[in-house]
Structure formats: C-alpha cells, structure tokens
C-alpha cells in the first residue's frame, strides 16, 4: 500500500536481527540443503552473513519443518516485503548482537533501536495488583528475595499433554515456590484442564497458578528468582531489563533462535528438553540448579551485565537511542524528498 500511494515504507522487525538474517539470506539455505532437510539437522551452519556458526535445529521452526504451502507462500512475501523496504528498525540492540546488525546493515539501512517496552515499563514499581483476575500479590510479598520461579509459555503456542505433565511434576518435585500463568488452551489437544489434578492438589501454598498476570510487573518483583518460559523474544529482553535469568523451553517460530542466543551466546539460561523428550527428572533438577546452584549464579551475573548493556543503549547517548533519532532524521528527510516529486 506504502508502494502503491508513493510513501515511505517501514518495516518494523520485533524479533531479534540473528533470527531476521537468515530469513534474508533464505536463498542460501536452499541451495545449501538446510530448508526444511531433517536429514542434515546435525550440521553446522557458517555461511549465513552476521553469523558465524548456527545449528539447522536453531533456525526459526519455519526454517527446520516443512510447512503448508500457504504459510510458505505468506513468509516468502513477508521477506521480500521487508527486503523492499525503505527504512528497517528492529527491536533488538547493538551490544548483544553487532556481527548480525552490521551484516544486515550492509543490506538495508537498517536500525537497532531497542529494546522496545512501554512508556512507563523501564521506570516501573511494582504494580499493587499483579493480577486482573486473582489478587496474589500479598503471597508475592511473603516469600524471600529470589525465592519464587515464573512460569509462562506465552499467549499462542501449544504445549503436548505429556511434556506439560513432566513439567508440572517436575516442578512439584522442586519443592520450588512458583506462580504460572498458564492458559486453558494452551494444550495441542483438547482438555478442559491442562494441569494434572496431582499437581493442583499437591503444590498447595507451594504455588499458585492463574490465567493470566502482568507479567513485566511479576519479573520486577524482588521475591522472583528465575522465569520458564517458552524464550519468546519479548520474555527474554523483560528478563534480561529485570535481571531474571531464566529455564528455557522453546515451542515454536523464533524460540529456538532465541534459546541460541540467551543459551550459547549470552549464558543466561538453562535449557530443558533439547532436541530430546523432557522428563520431569531433568525438569526438578534444572530448577533447582537455576535456583539455587552454581549455574543459577552464573546466569544470574552474566544477567546483570546484559541489563547494564540495555540501560546503556536506552540513555540519552547510547546506541539505540542515537539509532532512533537517526531513523527519524532519515526518515524526514526521505519524505521531504517524495513530497518534492
């Protein structure tokens, strides 16, 4: 539509620049035998520009798995769209990930400007209720600094019966304190209710379990210690501002490049299930190592440091702030110039 009335034409890219360059270069894939070949999962990547090694498994699920011609059809013109356009910023920032921006950058004029929150989320307190349908805050309040672990899997992607179970039993066998937002539907069948009735029963003051909750609210609040979730892009840059380091299950799309990033490169997270089946065994023994072991502690160091790099970029002179203002320079600019036409 930009195109076709002779505007200026943005794309804004929400996910992380080391999930949009091999989109970009999805011609190389192709010819390289990594779109959608299961046979050669176990390869490694090192010809994608902006970054230097990568696993078929890390791609976008889009990129792993054959999907509906349709869907094809629609992320090929989702590409080619972003490549035509004039301007591309994209919510992510220089310091966490220079080689992938400086690779796109030599594509497109292409801008860092993240991380993006809510007006008032960066200089937030916690809200005095956390919850539009349960009031759980005064539990919050009574449990020690970093002693309770968030749970959520977002608002759309599907979860089997039987991981779902092993997570819960895992969690129950943590002894951990625990809230989880949790959605009725989040089941890839059709139950009337996700969680095994064992595990409602049993976690008892342990835990509490809602539909749904402010979750950059819960992440700032000081008794929280560690978040799982399903490493969608928005839940990593909310914990890395809150300095919550976090279990990692990725479900779908850009998750499990995301799980790359905050696994292998930045060293926040711990992973459950890999490329296997996850059992309710691994699941108790990871939450306790993010909680309370050596490798939560280091997660948690590594965490701060990332915060610090954000905080800097959003100031008044740090990179994202400087690229925001030269996109809107660019930007008018580009427009003085097609309205001369």
């Known amino acids: 539509m930009a195109k076709k009335l002779g505007l200026t034409y943005v794309s804004f890219w929400t996910e992380p620049a080391t999930v949009l360059t091999p989109l970009y270069h999805m011609d190389l894939l192709v010819t390289n035998g990594h779109r959608t070949c299961p046979e050669n999962l176990g390869d490694t990547i090192t010809y994608i ?15 792993q798995f054959d999907i509906p011609p349709v869907v094809r059809q629609i992320l090929s013109k989702a590409v080619e769209e972003t490549k035509g356009a004039d301007f591309l910023p994209c919510n992510t920032v220089e310091e966490l990930e220079l080689e992938a921006i400086s690779a796109l950058q030599r594509e497109k004029t292409f801008y860092a400007v993240g991380p993006i929150f809510p007006a008032d989320f960066a200089r937030s307190t916690v809200a005095a209720n956390l919850w539009t349908e349960s009031n759980c805050s005064q539990w919050l309040d009574s449990k020690p600094a970093g002693s309770v672990l ?19 039993y895992g969690i129950l066998d943590s002894k951990v304190n625990f809230i989880w937002a949790i959605r009725r539907d989040i089941l890839s069948s059709d139950e009337p209710e996700p969680l095994p009735k064992e595990f409602l029963e049993g976690c008892h003051e342990r835990g509490i379990v809602v539909p749904w909750c402010r979750q950059r609210e819960v992440l700032s609040h000081p008794s929280i210690g560690g978040f799982l979730t399903h490493c969608g892009w928005n839940s990593v840059v909310e914990s890395i501002w809150c300095a919550v380091p976090l279990l990692c299950f990725p479900l779908v799309s850009d998750q499990f490049t995301n799980r790359k990033l905050v696994v292998q490169d930045w060293k926040i997270v711990i992973e459950i299930g890999g490329l296997s089946s996850v ?6 023994k990871k939450i306790e190592s993010l909680m309370g072991g050596e490798i939560g ?3 948690r160091k590594e965490i701060k440091e990332l915060k610090k790099a954000l905080e800097t970029a ?12 030269q996109l809107i320079e660019d930007l008018m600019k580009q427009s003085q110039k097609r309205l001369m036409k």
């Open 314 to 325: 959003l100031s008044p002179n740090g990179s994202s702030q400087m690229n925001f203002d």
């Open 49 to 63: 520009p902006g970054v230097p090694a990568i696993k078929p498994t890390d791609l976008a699920s889009y990129l």
């Open 297 to 299: 502690d280091q997660a």
């Open 279 to 284: 059992s309710r065994n691994e699941v108790s």
């Open 150 to 168: 968030y749970i959520s899997f977002g608002s759309y992607a599907k979860v089997s019966k039987g991981d779902l179970e092993e997570i819960a």
